[in-house]
């Protein structure tokens, strides 16, 4: 098995990121920090912090001059971080020692990466936001057409009472509105890192502050008007996001693969897997890719808050423990939030199916419509005992509550208690605003 499914010939089509993928490469990672380099030194030389003339000449050079990163490999491992090799090596390309010298002027590699980490993130954020809209695009609709479909009601695995299968979907939906409003918030506030080595901007011209809030325009970035070197709260923000995405995502993925089971039968996938040997299996491949890759996302984000607590001014263990989870957490919900778009415009509800349980639980369902049917005619307690009763003479004779009800309550019309579509209650309503919600842009 490869080092990551996610970049992996033999498992990419099962764990898909997506575009997202292309941010999380080695020429992505280079190509981002040329950029940062390449725009300090452009608002250096604005300020007079350095030459204007070097400063031109590195700006252009940065998006000219590729690097390979095969030839820094060496130099990284050795210096435990990439920019060092990074700096000899865009000096040496840029064949210009006299502007040369001026590159990475009072920065330290932290600032290079965390900067660049940002503009990668910016990309993938933006390319979540699309995600969930076309996601939220297909559930809407999902939801608004089977918003009166009654289907079995679970709650610990039992039968509870009739529900929708568009308020299920509905309730799928909801935390992804939620995690699509909060992004917006999110992305506008990604900031910058110009803090030099301990974080002081000691040798970063006379106005730290300033040129740290130039490079931040000049990026489209934020200005944090401080050091984070040593504060991963912006970091774990987004993780703690992704977390949240991947969570709700398996929400959807555990439904599918209970409402697929045998004996259940009340979803179809459009699409599932085949086994080896058993001819008859059709496997919810894509539901369990949701359920596990929110396993993977969870677990790799209690990494990344083991190092949300990094020693003194920077701490290279915590740093490392960031660029060994980071990467594979947001390709693991990019890849879940993929996997959930081919899913939702297949699914389908086997309406049959879901009519037939509804009958084979011979109106248990609907015991607690008749007890409040009852309570208005006795105790509440009494009303609950009695159905109680009710209920498992139904179980024991076979029969179903329905007509145990008129037997032993003649005087009470209890006939519309045992219409499903008459006992979701909210269930349509809460479908339909989904939809609503589900549409609006954010």
Avoid at 1 to 28: C, V, W
Avoid at 103 to 122: C, E, F, P, V, Y
Avoid at 270 to 287: A, D, E, I, R
Wanted: some cysteine; aromatic content about 4%; glycine content about 8%.
């Amino acid at each position: 098995m490869a080092a990551s499914p996610h970049d992996s010939q033999l498992y990419a089509k099962l764990f898909n990121p997506g575009e997202i993928g292309r941010l999380f490469t080695d020429s992505a990672e280079i190509r981002a920090m040329l950029l940062v380099e390449g725009t300090l030194a452009k608002v250096q030389g604005a300020a007079g912090v350095i030459p204007e003339i070097s400063a031109a000449f590195i700006h252009r050079a940065a998006l000219e001059i590729p690097l390979d990163p095969g030839g820094m490999a060496e130099a990284t491992g050795r210096n435990g971080v990439p920019v060092p090799a990074l700096v000899a090596a865009f000096r040496k390309a840029m064949e210009a020692p006299e502007h040369a010298q001026y590159l990475h002027w009072g920065a330290t590699s932290q600032d290079i990466m965390d900067t660049a980490l940002m503009l990668r993130l910016r990309q993938a954020l933006a390319l979540f936001h699309d995600g969930l809209s076309a996601l939220l695009s297909d559930l809407a609709t999902l939801a608004e057409t089977h918003a009166e479909l009654p289907m079995p009601g679970r709650t610990y695995g039992q039968h509870a009472t009739p529900v929708s299968f568009g308020a299920q979907v509905a309730h799928w939906g909801f935390p992804l509105i939620d995690l699509r409003t909060e992004l917006a918030t999110i992305r506008e506030s990604l900031p910058v890192s110009l803090s030099g080595a301990a974080g002081t901007g000691s040798e970063l011209g006379p106005d730290p502050a300033a040129l740290r809030a130039d490079l931040a325009r000049a990026l489209g970035l934020t200005d944090p008007e401080r050091s984070w070197h040593a504060d991963r709260s912006p970091l774990l923000r987004i993780t703690a996001w992704l977390a949240r995405l991947a969570t709700a995502l398996a929400k959807m993925g555990e439904d599918l693969i209970l409402a697929t089971q045998s004996g259940i039968g009340e979803i179809r996938l459009g699409t599932s897997g085949g086994s080896s040997t058993m001819p008859q299996k059709q496997n919810p491949v894509g539901p369990s890719a949701l359920v596990a890759l929110a396993a993977h996302v969870n677990a790799l984000n209690g990494a990344m808050l083991a190092a949300g607590h990094p020693r003194q001014e920077r701490d290279g263990a915590a740093w490392f423990t960031e660029w060994l989870t980071l990467p594979q957490l947001t390709l693991s919900a990019a890849s879940a939030l993929e996997t959930a778009r081919t899913l939702a415009p297949a699914l389908t509800p086997d309406a049959e199916a879901m009519r037939a349980a509804l009958n084979d639980s011979r109106g248990l369902l609907h015991a607690e419509a008749l007890s409040f049917r009852l309570a208005a005619h006795m105790p509440r307690p009494e009303a609950q005992a009695a159905v109680k009763q009710a209920c498992l003479r139904a179980r024991d004779e076979n029969r179903h509550l329905a007509e145990i009800a008129t037997e032993t309550w003649p005087e009470t019309d209890t006939r519309d208690i045992f219409d499903p579509v008459a006992a979701l209650g909210t269930a349509p309503q809460e479908a339909r605003l989904f939809a609503k919600k589900a549409r609006q842009t954010a």
